[in-house]
Nanobody, 119 residues
């Protein structure tokens, strides 16, 4: 059984930094893509960053490019989203998720962690 557990959310002032973590268990990850997806009230779900676990393909949404960095610790099966220069519009629940490479939909999700950015 695959489990994803996020941590690291909280409240931060605009311009500040925050790092989210995603501990993954129960799955060999080499054929998967890990993504960070956020959901803000009244807005559509947005994939802000994604990385192929065994490769080097990285995706960033335009809204976070240059401010967020996705990374992973292969040995400990932990994914990270480093957020720099955060803005109030980054306020959302952030989820980490997994999908098999080549698939469109994420099949495994964490419980989400709230990020609130104040101006």
């Amino acid at each position: 059984q695959v489990q994803l557990v996020e941590s690291g959310g909280g409240s931060v002032q605009a311009g500040g930094s925050l790092r989210l973590s995603c501990k993954i268990s129960g799955r060999t990850l080499s054929l998967y893509v890990m993504g960070w997806i956020r959901q803000a009230p009244g807005k559509e779900r947005e994939t802000v960053a994604a990385v192929t676990w065994s490769g080097h393909n990285i995706y960033y949404a335009d809204s976070v490019k240059g401010r967020f960095t996705i990374s992973k610790d292969d040995a400990n099966k932990v994914g990270y989203l480093q957020m720099y220069n955060v803005k109030p519009e980054d306020t959302a629940v952030y989820y980490c998720a997994l999908k098999p490479r080549g698939e469109n939909k994420y099949s495994h999700w964490g419980q989400g962690t709230q990020v609130t950015v104040s101006s």
